[in-house]
């Protein structure tokens, strides 16, 4: 699985977007991108996942850069429960079953 | 739809005793997955199973830790022997079928801490 990078950590204030960005410089034709977010002292709750088109669902975005080397997932209205660990996971579709979590991106999303 | 129970929440051991945690997977998911999370650090992979199968536990420890998912009942992770070094938060995930990491729900953890 491809290796990815994300910054350590990143503010938001409340109601504003937030643009969490993650680099997969080495990602393989047929590797998904995923997002997971762990707020304090819960499980990994999957948010979104995508292969090359941009995504959309109820909870966020995803846009994946042409070449597929970086995506940016969106949280279009951060609130203050948004505040969390957000991990940025590269899967191939036959090996969906062992994730792969690095350091992520702590998001505090201020009032 | 209850979602994926891990019991106890909680649990304190001594050096050398055993710890057992328990998983229930989500109604009608067949596959459970183990993941350990030292203080600090991202979760790492332990152990992948169904229904009485191990289907890959490239994670676990060599020594002292075992997984089961037997036909009836929940999954469990047993540690024998425990030390401080196994104080960690352990999830259990479960899933409805293989290669579905955008269907797997994760429980909300079972703390060990061992004095």
């Known amino acids: 699985d491809a290796k990815t990078t994300q910054p350590p950590s990143m503010d938001c204030a409340e109601g504003r977007a937030a643009n969490l960005p993650c680099n997969h410089s080495?990602?393989?034709?047929?590797?998904?991108v995923y997002w997971y977010r762990q707020i304090h002292s819960q499980g990994p709750q999957y948010i979104i996942h995508?292969?090359?088109n941009n995504e959309t669902n109820e909870m966020a975005s995803l846009i994946i850069t042409e070449d597929r080397k970086s995506s940016t997932l969106i949280l279009p209205h951060a609130t203050l429960r948004d505040t969390a660990v957000y991990y940025c996971?590269?899967?191939?579709?036959?090996?969906?079953?062992?994730?792969?979590f690095g350091t992520g991106t702590r998001l505090q999303v201020f009032p | 739809n209850a979602g994926v129970m891990q019991n106890p929440r909680h649990l304190v051991r001594r050096r050398g005793q055993e710890a057992r945690l328990r998983c229930s997977p989500m109604?009608?998911?067949?596959?459970v997955y183990w993941y350990r999370q030292l203080p600090e650090e991202g979760l790492k992979f332990m152990v992948y199973?169904?229904?009485?199968?191990?289907?890959?536990e490239s994670g676990m420890p060599k020594e002292r830790f075992s997984a089961e998912f037997p036909k009836e009942g929940p999954s469990i992770l047993r540690i024998q022997q425990v030390v401080r070094g196994d104080s960690a938060a352990y999830f259990c995930?479960?899933?409805?079928?293989?290669?579905?990491?955008?269907?797997?729900?994760f429980g909300e953890g079972s703390r060990l801490t061992v004095l």
């Open positions: 995930a479960s899933s409805p079928r293989a290669g579905s990491a955008g269907e797997l729900f």
């Open positions: 080495t990602i393989s034709g047929n590797e998904y």
């Open positions: 995508g292969l090359k």
């Open positions: 996971i590269v899967l191939t579709p036959y090996n969906t079953d062992k994730l792969i």
């Open positions: 109604k009608g998911h067949s596959h």
């Open positions: 199973l169904q229904k009485e199968n191990i289907i890959d």
